[in-house]
């Protein structure tokens, strides 16, 4: 697989950031730790998104931001994005949804490959379906292969299981926790406890621009059990700290 072996970690550091003039974010530094989770949490129009769109390289560069994989090497062809709507395309199968960037990139896609995926997600016996005529899990699971078969080294996700019921949302954050092993994952989520699950570090965005403060995780590795005693006393000081972001 391209580059897993030796994922790159990627520094952050702002001296703030404005976009149309508007400061969005502030003085901040963070290093996105190489082969782990890092999530992202704060109030709405914190610019939660907008640092992960600044990390793809989404973002004009601007004087005072510096964006960098640390082994010094290009970030930006190693990095793939699932985004919180699952954007499948409707007049494609699951299986060619999944083998979607390579035909945009027009390379031969490897539909044996892909079936193999889809298989790891679930989704073996809807290759040939269309996105219609599935559950929303299944529309995420299948966004998911589609993002596994860019198998690049560094994964953002903007709320990828946020539109999903509660219980198909722990089983797709399991599941992502197992495929996605060894990457370096930046993730914005709303949910505290999808944080604390996936996570091996947590920053909280406040204020306007924003600033970005660490959290203290539980013990143990990605995923933490949803019921652990440990994981639901820290979920109590996530949301207070969340609490305290927002006002």
Do not use: Y
């Not at 406890?193 to 996936?198: I, S, Y």
């Not at 959290?215 to 590795?221: A, D, R, S, T």
């Amino acid at each position: 697989m391209r580059d897993r072996i030796s994922p790159p970690g990627i520094d952050v550091e702002l001296r703030g950031l404005a976009l149309g003039g508007v400061p969005v974010l502030g003085s901040l530094a963070i290093t996105i730790e190489a082969g782990r989770t890092t999530c992202l949490l704060g109030p709405s129009g914190v610019g939660k998104t907008t640092l992960l769109r600044l990390v793809a390289g989404l973002i004009a560069p601007q004087d005072g931001v510096r964006i960098a994989a640390t082994d010094a090497l290009a970030l930006g062809p190693r990095i793939a994005w699932m985004a919180q709507a699952d954007l499948l395309f409707p007049w494609l199968s699951v299986l060619g949804n999944a083998m979607l960037g390579a035909r945009l990139r027009g390379e031969r896609p490897d539909r044996d490959r892909a079936r193999q995926v889809l298989a790891e997600v679930g989704l073996a016996a809807q290759a040939e379906k269309m996105p219609a005529t599935l559950s929303g899990g299944q529309r995420q699971r299948a966004a998911l292969a589609r993002t596994l078969m860019e198998d690049r080294p560094v994964v953002l996700l903007d709320e990828p299981f946020s539109a999903v019921d509660l219980p198909t949302r722990l089983r797709l954050q399991d599941l992502a926790a197992t495929l996605l092993a060894g990457r370096t994952v930046l993730m914005v989520t709303h949910d505290p406890l999808e944080a604390l699950r996936l996570a091996h570090r947590i920053f909280v965005l406040r204020g306007i621009p924003a600033s970005a403060s660490e959290i203290p995780l539980p013990p143990g590795l990605p995923p933490r059990a949803p019921d652990d005693p440990a994981l639901l006393a820290e979920q109590g000081r996530l949301l207070t700290a969340l609490k305290e972001a927002a006002a």
